[in-house]
């Protein structure tokens, strides 16, 4: 059974920081590309950072230069660093394990709010 776990979310105050953890079961996880999405309150959930299983990195716009998406292949965990949060940052983040086309999962979500 794959399983995604969240934690790491919470209230901050704007300019602050967390850092978000997904671990994981079930999954050869080394072999998987693992992603931060968020969904805010009537908006469509999209891609905040992304690490291939070669340790490849993206981002979104949006988090640039205040996140960072890192993993541990021993831990089986993928982190997210999120420094200065704004209150758009706002949502409610998922973790995705993805390989090939017919293998994705994701996580139940753990909630961050910023308040201003």
């Known amino acids: 059974q794959v399983q995604l776990v969240e934690s790491g979310g919470g209230l901050v105050q704007a300019g602050g920081s967390l850092r978000l953890s997904c671990a994981s079961s079930?999954?050869?996880?080394?072999?998987?590309?693992m992603g931060w999405y968020r969904q805010a309150p009537g908006k469509q959930r999209e891609l905040v950072a992304r690490?291939?299983?070669?340790?490849?990195?993206n981002y979104a716009d949006s988090v640039k230069g205040r996140s960072t998406i890192s993993r541990d292949n021993v831990k089986n965990t993928v982190f997210l660093q999120m420094n200065s949060l704004k209150p758009e940052d706002t949502a409610v983040y998922y973790c995705?394990?993805?390989?090939?086309?017919?293998?994705?999962?994701w996580g139940q979500g753990t909630q961050v709010t910023v308040s201003s």
């Open positions: 079930g999954i050869t996880f080394s072999i998987y590309n």
């Open positions: 690490i291939t299983r070669d340790g490849i990195t």
């Open positions: 995705n394990a993805g390989f090939l086309r017919d293998n994705e999962y």
